[in-house]
């Protein structure tokens, strides 16, 4: 168990690494990959933002969830309390990525 949390948590892609590798793959300069990413970010952002939810097909599906107010107990200050309702934004993987993980 310990060996997968490592794999699942100890190694990961960042922001630069991920523009370098798209430079590659599509033959663009890497400022041209970063106005790209942060064009894709952004516009996930406000879509979301909105309610509504981005379906890229194959990969998966960006959608907002609204969590309600719940009771909850905090044993650091061994009281109740109450969690506000908010909107959480989640990520459904979809069949060919999930193929392509496992």
Not at 43 to 56: D, F, M, P, Q
Request: net charge positive; with cysteine; proline share 3%.
């Amino acid at each position: 168990m310990e060996k997968i949390k490592k794999i699942i948590w100890g190694v990961y892609m960042n922001k630069s690494e991920l523009i370098n590798e798209i430079s590659k793959k599509c033959m663009l300069t890497k400022k041209e990959c970063e106005n790209c990413l942060n064009a894709i970010t952004t516009l996930v952002s406000k879509t979301l933002e909105r309610g509504e939810a981005i379906n890229i097909s194959g990969f998966g599906k960006f959608m907002v969830k609204y969590k309600t107010q719940r009771n909850n107990y905090n044993p650091k200050i061994k009281k109740n309390v109450i969690i506000p309702a908010h909107k959480v934004p989640i990520f459904k993987a979809g069949k060919n990525f999930k193929e392509a993980i496992f």
